[in-house]
């Protein structure tokens, strides 16, 4: 936003220079991007007065103006498609110089001698507008001087508003600011607002069909208006916040816009059918053209205001052609509103259409003050523009909005922020940013937030404004220190760090997502999980609306995002944070700790470019978590096929821990993979953080290294393709007595040769005792006590080696 400092010193009065009233707006929290000089002095330019204008004998586009400065009459050949008889332009006489430097000499224009040249306001260096000559008030008399009429060179300080700080984006909200930091007073422009016409409600009418959308609307009705330039110093006002004079009534509507903040809109009341509006939802498909001569379809979520047969507006966003302000408009229906932020900026987004207005809508307007915009401009139109102004208004707001009251303890405004601030401090700046000190208390205030300061919501909001006005140099910068608290245990925090640790020491990089993510990623894994899923009602982007059910999800879309740059091989996790509600409809979270493997990670340099098979990825996926599992000290893991909506049916299995499942690993269903064009299966695997630490500062006893050798037997089993390692296991621990030592399977075969419905599970069995050396008779019974037992209790056929 573009704010001439001449302009913001009609509403407050500072002393300070240029960079001093800078730096006081960016450390306030208004940073101060750019600071522009806009004009010059204006040497020897003065008024010209138009007084003939004939066509150039020799070019269409010319023509030859006689013209005076107070003196004799000189020729000037022109080019501007505005130039008239009786205008008063800025004019550079012979031997005079622009402000770029450009001495004007007698010159030959297709044949025509020019002595002189009529100015654009780019040519003086106000603007960029270059469509037509600079038109001045005619009160000056011709050969006054131009630097009488502009001025002296105008500072235009170009300001960063931040989304939070609509209040911000007008004059008078930055004069607010420096009225609080400079500690003077606000003064709000003087209205005189005469309504000499007929009632309002007899020429016009209002009907709000989308209340929601359009919390209050006003209407006031304008006649007898004039259409004319506006005055010279609302021109040059505009101009230097780099906005383009139209003509009175369009320009006194972004006048009132870049002084309060609020957008307007003006209409030509002979226009509109039936002479009404109606504010209502687009119909689908529906067209119209809009002021750029565009033609837009509508969708029938975007907002529109219409008369009684045709959209004639796009609400909040832009007017539409065959309803604007004319030459031969003299009855105006001026518009004053407040719309819903989110449909504005969607309505935005989706026609790829941004304005002024809509850049202010998108970020909030406050709806009290939408009635104070409306008379404010309807008082210059009636000075300006010779209007009537019908009498009362039409205003729509059933409704109306009141700020909230924030309750904060003096002390917590002096212990967050460091500052020696008093009571009487605080109450001063929060009333001269118009924050009224509703409770006065021992210990605590009540502060009344005003509406149009919708970011005052909690205590550390007021603690914040006070110190931005009291000046942020004032934070004291005390020496650090560290203090014991009893009772108090960090031990949560080592434990993540050596999670994390135990992590990268198994090949593995850490990666970090948001907590917020999209529905249509949360719906490529699982879409029967919508209801668990915590939506945010104001999200800044729809990618960023819904809180993660899950760390999967955006674990694999990192994958793919680095497969599609040429990453062959990678293994990730993310320890997070995750968000759902559960059966009671109440809020839940959890932490949770996420793995993801793609590629040949678990190949050497010779067999990498071969395809993968299902099986491998799975081994190499188990065998990082189970590696993870010992790191962590944690014994009697079971693992349990199970079904998952992320994984591929029968690649997958629950992690349980005593009883309790902890999490989940798997392969990811091929379709998800397809999305990111995977060929390859993806492994992934997601765990409790709790569970994982849950050992973490326990002693493992110390065992005794072993002294008597131990004695290895080789089984091969013939069983039903539905028994699982993990029953086999369980047959053997449960049977093999104290000398067991270890089990290991070393091969799984499928195949004709076996049977259908059959598999062939290989494993080794070693015996050891600790008090004497087994012999091979010793191992034999606990060996055959183990075949017996696995017959028995699993009817399988058993060969052994």
Same mark, same amino acid.
């Given at each position: 936003?573009k704010v001439?400092i001449s302009w913001l ?5 500072f ?6 009233l800078?730096?006081k707006?960016?450390?306030s929290?208004v940073e ?6 806009i ?10 007065e138009?007084?003939?204008?004939d066509?150039?004998?020799?070019a ?9 400065a107070?003196?004799?009459e000189?020729q000037v050949?022109?080019?501007?498609p ?6 008063k332009?800025?004019f550079a006489?012979l031997g ?7 001495k004007?000499k007698k010159?030959k ?6 002595f002189g040249?009529?100015l654009a306001a780019d040519?003086?260096?106000?603007s ?9 008030d005619?009160q ?6 131009l630097?009488e ?6 500072t235009?300080l170009?300001l960063?508003i ?5 209040d911000c ?6 004069a607010?600011e420096?009225?609080?930091l ?6 709000w422009p003087?209205m005189?607002?005469p ?5 309002v409600e007899?020429?016009?009418?209002v009907?709000v069909?989308?209340t929601?959308a359009?919390?209050r609307?006003t209407?006031?009705?304008?006649t ?12 040059q006002r505009?101009?230097?916040?780099g ?6 009534v369009?320009d006194?509507?972004?006048y ?5 903040g ?5 209409f ?19 067209k119209m053209?809009t002021l750029d001569?565009?033609e837009r379809?509508l969708?029938s979520?975007m907002?529109?205001?219409?008369d009684?047969?045709r959209s004639v507006?796009v609400a ?9 302000i004319r030459d031969?408009?003299?009855?105006v229906?001026l518009?004053?509103a ?9 309505t935005?987004?989706?026609l790829? *259409? =941004?304005?002024?207005s809509?850049?202010?809508? #998108?970020? +909030?307007? %406050?709806?009290?003050? $939408?009635?104070?915009?409306s008379? !404010? ?9 010779g209007?009537?102004v ?6 729509a707001?059933p409704?109306?909005?009141?700020g909230r009251e924030v309750a904060c303890r ?12 008093t ?5 001063a700046? *929060? =009333?001269?940013?118009e924050m009224?000190?509703? #409770?006065d +208390?021992a %210990?605590?205030f009540? $502060?009344q937030a005003?509406?149009f !300061?919708?970011d005052?919501e909690?205590?550390?909001d007021?603690v914040?404004?006070v110190?931005r ?5 004032q934070?004291p910068?005390p ?7 009893p009772g108090?245990?960090?031990e949560?925090?080592r434990a ?5 640790d135990?992590l990268a020491?198994l090949?593995?990089?850490e990666?970090?997502n948001?907590?917020l993510t999209?529905p249509a990623?949360l719906?490529l894994f699982?879409?029967s999980d !919508?209801?668990?899923r915590?939506?945010?009602p ?5 990618d ?5 059910p ?6 694999i879309?990192?994958?793919g995002?680095?497969?599609s740059?040429?990453?062959q091989e ?5 320890a ?11 809020y839940?979270?959890e932490d949770?700790?996420s793995?993801?493997?793609m590629?040949?990670v678990?190949r050497?340099?010779?067999?990498r ?9 799975f081994?190499?996926?188990k ?10 000290g944690l014994?009697?893991?079971?693992m349990r096929?199970?079904?998952?909506p992320?994984?591929q049916r029968g690649q997958c299995?629950e ?8 999490g989940v690993?798997?392969?990811?269903r ?7 064009r995977?060929?390859?299966?993806v ?7 709790a ?5 973490y500062?326990?002693?493992?006893p ?6 008597y ?9 013939v ?13 053997i621990r449960a ?5 067991l030592?270890k089990?290991?399977i070393?091969d799984?075969?499928?195949g004709d ?5 059959k598999?062939s599970?290989?494993y ?7 008090e004497?050396t087994?012999?091979?008779e010793?191992a ?7 075949k017996?037992?696995?017959r028995?209790e699993l009817?399988?056929?058993i060969?052994?080696s």
């Amino acid at each position: 936003m573009k704010v001439p400092i001449s302009w913001l010193k009609a509403y407050v009065d500072f002393d300070d220079s240029v960079q001093g009233l800078a730096d006081k707006l960016t450390f306030s929290g208004v940073e101060v991007e750019g600071i522009e000089t806009i004009g010059g002095h204006f040497d020897g330019l003065v008024v010209g007065e138009v007084l003939a204008v004939d066509p150039h004998p020799n070019a269409d586009r010319l023509t030859v103006c006689r013209v005076t400065a107070g003196g004799d009459e000189v020729q000037v050949v022109c080019g501007a498609p505005n130039v008239a008889v009786g205008l008063k332009v800025p004019f550079a006489p012979l031997g005079s110089a622009l402000p770029d430097g450009t001495k004007m000499k007698k010159a030959k224009i297709r044949q025509v001698e020019s002595f002189g040249m009529l100015l654009a306001a780019d040519e003086l260096g106000l603007s960029d507008d270059h469509s037509g000559l600079m038109v001045l008030d005619a009160q000056w008399a011709p050969g006054t001087p131009l630097a009488e009429v502009l001025g002296p060179p105008e500072t235009v300080l170009d300001l960063e508003i931040t989304p939070n700080r609509p209040d911000c984006l007008s004059i008078i909200g930055i004069a607010r600011e420096l009225a609080a930091l400079y500690g003077t007073t606000l003064k709000w422009p003087e209205m005189d607002l005469p309504e000499s016409g007929a009632a309002v409600e007899t020429l016009t009418q209002v009907d709000v069909e989308d209340t929601d959308a359009c919390p209050r609307y006003t209407a006031r009705m304008l006649t007898n208006i004039q259409i004319a330039p506006s005055p010279a110093w609302m021109q040059q006002r505009l101009t230097l916040a780099g906005i383009r004079p139209i003509n009175n009534v369009v320009d006194i509507t972004n006048y009132v816009m870049l002084e309060c903040g609020h957008p307007l809109h003006a209409f030509d009341h002979g226009l509109l059918a039936e002479g009404r509006v109606v504010v209502r939802r687009a119909r689908a498909r529906e067209k119209m053209q809009t002021l750029d001569e565009v033609e837009r379809e509508l969708t029938s979520e975007m907002l529109v205001i219409a008369d009684a047969e045709r959209s004639v507006a796009v609400a909040g966003v832009m007017g539409g052609a065959g309803s604007e302000i004319r030459d031969t408009t003299s009855t105006v229906l001026l518009e004053s509103a407040c719309f819903d932020p989110l449909r504005t900026r969607a309505t935005s987004r989706q026609l790829a *259409l =941004s304005t002024d207005s809509s850049y202010r809508f #998108e970020r +909030g307007v %406050d709806a009290q003050t $939408v009635e104070w915009a409306s008379r !404010r401009a309807a008082a210059l139109m009636a000075e300006h523009a010779g209007a009537t102004v019908a009498k009362g208004v039409i205003d729509a707001y059933p409704n109306p909005v009141t700020g909230r009251e924030v309750a904060c303890r003096w002390d917590f405004v002096r212990s967050l922020t460091g500052m020696d601030v008093t009571n009487e401090r605080i109450g001063a700046i *929060l =009333s001269a940013l118009e924050m009224p000190i509703r #409770e006065d +208390g021992a %210990d605590r205030f009540v $502060v009344q937030a005003p509406t149009f !300061r919708g970011d005052i919501e909690r205590d550390v909001d007021v603690v914040e404004e006070v110190a931005r006005i009291h000046g942020l140099d004032q934070v004291p910068t005390p020496a650090p220190q560290a203090r014991l608290i009893p009772g108090a245990s960090d031990e949560q925090v080592r434990a993540m760090i050596a999670l994390r640790d135990n992590l990268a020491g198994l090949g593995l990089r850490e990666i970090m997502n948001y907590s917020l993510t999209a529905p249509a990623l949360l719906d490529l894994f699982d879409e029967s999980d !919508r209801e668990r899923r915590i939506v945010l009602p104001h999200p800044i982007s729809a990618d960023q609306s819904v809180l993660r059910p899950s760390l999967v999800p955006q674990l694999i879309e990192t994958l793919g995002r680095n497969h599609s740059r040429q990453l062959q091989e990678a293994l990730f996790f993310e320890a997070g944070r995750v968000f759902w509600r559960d059966g009671a409809g109440d809020y839940a979270e959890e932490d949770r700790v996420s793995i993801g493997l793609m590629g040949p990670v678990g190949r050497g340099p010779y067999t990498r470019r071969a395809a993968i098979e299902p099986a491998e990825m799975f081994a190499w996926t188990k065998g990082v978590l189970e590696g993870l599992l010992a790191a962590q000290g944690l014994e009697g893991i079971e693992m349990r096929a199970a079904d998952h909506p992320y994984a591929q049916r029968g690649q997958c299995v629950e992690v349980v821990l005593a009883g309790e499942v902890m999490g989940v690993m798997g392969l990811l269903r091929a379709d998800i993979r397809r999305e990111w064009r995977w060929s390859d299966p993806v492994g992934f695997a997601e765990l409790k953080t709790a569970a994982l630490i849950g050992r973490y500062g326990a002693i493992t006893p110390a065992q005794a290294v072993p002294v008597y050798p131990a004695i290895s037997r080789d089984m091969a089993l013939v069983v039903d393709a539905g028994i699982s390692h993990a029953d086999v296991v369980a047959v053997i621990r449960a049977n093999a007595g104290s000398a067991l030592e270890k089990v290991e399977i070393f091969d799984i075969f499928e195949g004709d040769a076996i049977g259908a419905g059959k598999k062939s599970m290989a494993y080794s069995v070693t015996y050891r005792s600790a008090e004497r050396t087994l012999t091979d008779e010793d191992a034999n019974a606990y060996h055959d006590q183990v075949k017996d037992a696995i017959r028995r209790e699993l009817d399988v056929t058993i060969r052994e080696s």
